[in-house]
């Protein structure tokens, strides 16, 4: 049972005191079911490393151990390299710390390699180009707007590429999302309003256009 527990503390979740017991439950919103119960004595023989946060228990653990670093592993220039994310930084931060109603992660590690290997892609291919916005550049079929006489290094250039190709392999209303909320930080709730999509949608939009992009870059 500590496994269980541990890995659903590390995927966010919490434990907080209900009369002489303990709930392990995922979000504030009490209205949920808690995902466990567990009487004090099973808490205290667990021996976890917990801090106390307000009326609620979380994990505590070192730097290297917060579920804030992602250990991924990329493909990189020179191969298969293992790499450190901090996925407090990410556009989707707050996707990457969600779980779902199992206590397990939204998004996998392969989904974080892929989204990372976009955003490099980008960032190399683009960065100094002077990049808009305006992503029907990256329309199936389309040249992603190289011209022959760019005067940008080959290895921008194959970056540009792959950037095109890596988007153009998604569906168009999963292209737009994936563009707008992972590589221009567009908020969910901004995308579903532009989109017209159903409230609390676009997070399993976000995870379909990573899944392809992880089978794209060969996660």
């Not at 070192?62 to 191969?79: C, K, L, N, T, Y």
């Not at 029907?136 to 080959?154: F, K, L, M, N």
Request: glycine fraction near 10%; hydrophobic fraction near 40%; charge should be positive.
């Amino acid at each position: 049972m500590r496994e269980k527990v541990l890995r659903r503390l590390r995927n966010g979740a919490h434990l907080e005191r209900e009369g002489s017991d303990f709930a392990l439950r995922q979000g504030r919103d009490r209205r949920r079911p808690a995902l466990m119960r567990l009487a004090k004595s099973q808490v205290t023989a667990l021996d976890l490393p917990l801090r106390r946060d307000g009326d609620i228990w979380r994990l505590a653990e070192g730097p290297g151990e917060s579920r804030e670093i992602a250990e991924v592993w990329q493909v990189g220039d020179a191969g298969w390299e293992r790499r450190s994310v901090n996925t407090a930084e990410s556009p989707i931060a707050f996707l990457l710390r969600h779980a779902d109603r199992d206590g397990l992660p939204f998004l996998q590690k392969r989904h974080v390699a892929a989204l990372e290997s976009l955003r490099d892609d980008h960032a190399r291919g683009y960065a100094q180009a002077g990049l808009s916005s305006n992503w029907e550049r990256y329309g199936a079929g389309g040249s992603g707007g190289v011209r022959s006489g760019d005067d940008a290094s080959v290895a921008r250039l194959h970056a540009r590429d792959r950037c095109h190709r890596a988007l153009a392999c998604l569906d168009a209303d999963l292209r737009i999302v994936i563009a707008r909320v992972c590589l221009e930080g567009v908020t969910l709730g901004v995308i579903e309003k532009a989109l017209r999509l159903p409230r609390r949608t676009a997070k399993d939009k976000v995870r379909e256009g990573l899944d392809r992009l992880a089978r794209f870059y060969g996660y």
